[in-house]
């Protein structure tokens, strides 16, 4: 038997995607982004507001990573997920996180953090989907 429950966004679990990226002096930045998801096989959509660093940073640099936050992690990430890096520049190293240079793109990894994704930016869209039913 289906149930309606009217309109909600309702696609979960959600992982936690820790988004790294340079400053513009070259220091790691790393965000917690609340939404993401699969485009393509080889494509993944992040949903970023403009008023945030990262969003800055992906826009100068054209790279990023994207991290899953871990049981182990779930202090650093919530840090550096309320956080902000126009605040707090240095908030990377204030978490204990431990930045080393991307192997694929311009962007940093965590060695705390077990998987990573190394993305290279294809297009920046402003694109709203409304559910319905």
């Keep these: 038997m289906k149930k309606d429950f009217g309109v909600k966004n309702w696609i979960f679990p959600m992982p936690v995607l820790m988004i790294g990226t340079y400053n513009e002096d070259g220091t790691a930045d790393m965000m917690n982004?609340?939404?993401g998801g699969i485009t393509y096989d080889d494509q993944?959509?992040?949903c970023i507001g403009t008023?945030?660093?990262t969003w800055k940073n992906i826009a100068?640099?054209?790279s990023f990573t994207v991290a899953f936050g871990t049981a182990e992690t779930v202090?650093?990430?919530d840090y550096l997920?309320?956080?902000s890096g126009n605040d707090t520049p240095d908030k990377v190293a204030r978490c204990g996180f431990t930045p080393v240079k991307g192997k694929f793109?311009?962007?940093p990894v965590m060695e705390e953090l077990p998987l990573v994704l190394e993305c290279e930016?294809?297009?920046m869209d402003k694109a709203l989907c409304k559910v319905v039913g």
């Design 121 to 123: 930016l294809v297009s």
């Design 105 to 107: 793109a311009d962007a």
């Design 75 to 77: 202090r650093q990430c």
């Design 33 to 35: 982004a609340a939404w």
């Design 44 to 46: 993944i959509t992040i």
């Design 60 to 62: 100068a640099r054209k």
């Design 51 to 53: 008023a945030h660093k």
């Design 81 to 83: 997920g309320i956080t």
